[in-house]
């Protein structure tokens, strides 16, 4: 599977944005899927998860209550509901897909929380 991560940008402090990545091939629903991040100097940290029928999903802590991981396996893609934005969530975020061991990544998007 091939992802593409867009819907990135600048907000400010308190404000949305929502991330999307769409996927390629037949088999996304087959997939696990991932968000994870990297914040500038820091190690790539879990987001939000989400199975592959979108039953069950998991979130970190410090995004808990603020970020919604949802999927749309008709239209292959998985969102990130990001709200009341911080500025310590300012990073590059990474969509990645999971499957019988193996996992794949896209490329990055970038999203700036000014305060």
């Known amino acids: 599977v091939q992802l593409q991560a867009s819907g990135g940008g600048l907000v400010q402090a308190g404000g949305s944005l929502r991330l999307s990545c769409a996927a390629s091939?037949?088999?996304?629903?087959?997939?696990?899927m991932g968000w994870f991040r990297q914040a500038p100097g820091k190690e790539r940290e879990f987001v939000a998860a989400?199975?592959?029928?979108?039953?069950?999903?998991n979130y970190a802590d410090s995004v808990k209550g603020r970020f919604t991981i949802s999927r749309d396996n008709a239209k292959n893609t998985v969102y990130l509901q990001m709200n009341s934005l911080k500025p310590e969530d300012t990073a590059v975020y990474y969509c990645?897909?999971?499957?019988?061991?193996?996992?794949?990544w896209g490329k990055g998007t970038l999203v700036t929380v000014s305060s």
């Open positions: 990645a897909g999971f499957l019988d061991g193996e996992d794949y």
């Open positions: 091939g037949r088999t996304f629903s087959s997939y696990g």
């Open positions: 989400i199975s592959w029928s979108g039953g069950s999903t």
